[in-house]
T-cell receptor, first 117, second 114 residues
Framework: AQTVTQSQPEMSVQEAETVTLSCTYD???????LFWYKQPPSRQMILVIR??????QNATENRFSVNFQKAAKSFSLKISDSQLGDAAMYFC??????????????FGKGTLLTVNP | KAGVTQTPRYLIKTRGQQVTLSCSPI?????VSWYQQTPGQGLQFLFE???????NKGNFPGRFSGRQFSNSRSEMNVSTLELGDSALYLC?????????????FGEGSRLTVL
């Protein structure tokens, strides 16, 4: 079974600074997706960024980028120019694309990001 | 386009009761997944429905069940509630189970069991 580990329960960053959230995962599969989801307080979870395992190029979405190291099974999220609205719980998630798997999302326990003004 | 709608948003039940939660997916989405979120266990997959059929199930007891209607709306039911069932229950929709796109989540139904 796949597992996703986020080793940082809490992180804080100063507004306008850069922060990196860590995620490692364990899998024997070669075909999968990795995601970072953001869950603001009392609001719905939204997708921040997605990475296909077969792509070597790291995904980027505006101020959000990932460092995907497939061999090391590492998938970190970098937030540049942090804004107050970035404060939220961030979840790393794995989704198998292997035929016969149930395609469910396996989540890490989350990292609570605080942005200080 | 309306997002995923979950009702009720908050509810309080007592041990032994049962509860039904509802989820309306984004228009055109035919796959609905349910997740349980607790501080201790994090987010755990409950089950997924597609075309009114349960396609996948997580490791939850039989007290947890669900169904999907022809309009893709889904309900989940928890019978004989236990204190440990207190959680945020999240519904997510996608076009189909094997979709490589994102899951779209609702705001959740927060269940408190007393």
């Amino acid at each position: 079974a796949q597992t996703v580990t986020q080793s940082q329960p809490e992180m804080s960053v100063q507004e306008a600074e850069t922060v990196t959230l860590s995620c490692t995962y364990d899998t024997s599969e070669s075909d999968y997706y990795l995601f970072w989801y953001k869950q603001p307080p009392s609001r719905q979870m939204i997708l921040v960024i997605r990475q296909e395992a077969y792509k070597q190029q790291n995904a980027t979405e505006n101020r959000f980028s990932v460092n995907f190291q497939k061999a090391a099974k590492s998938f970190s999220l970098k937030i540049s120019d942090s804004q107050l609205g970035d404060a939220a719980m961030y979840f790393c998630a794995y989704r198998s694309l292997t035929r016969g798997s149930n395609y469910k999302l396996t989540f890490g326990k989350g990292t609570l990001l605080t942005v200080n003004p | 386009k309306a997002g995923v709608t979950q009702t009720p948003r908050y509810l309080i039940k007592t041990r032994g009761q049962q509860v039904t939660l509802s989820c309306s997916p984004i228009s055109g989405h035919r796959s609905v997944s349910w997740y349980q979120q607790t501080p201790g266990q994090g987010l755990q997959f409950l089950f997924e429905y597609f075309s009114e059929t349960q396609r996948n199930k997580g490791n939850f007891p039989g007290r947890f069940s669900g169904r999907q209607f022809s309009n893709s709306r889904s309900e989940m039911n928890v019978s004989t509630l236990e204190l440990g069932d207190s959680a945020l229950y999240l519904c997510a929709s996608s076009l189909r189970p094997s979709s490589t796109g994102e899951l779209f989540f609702g705001e959740g139904s927060r269940l408190t069991v007393l």
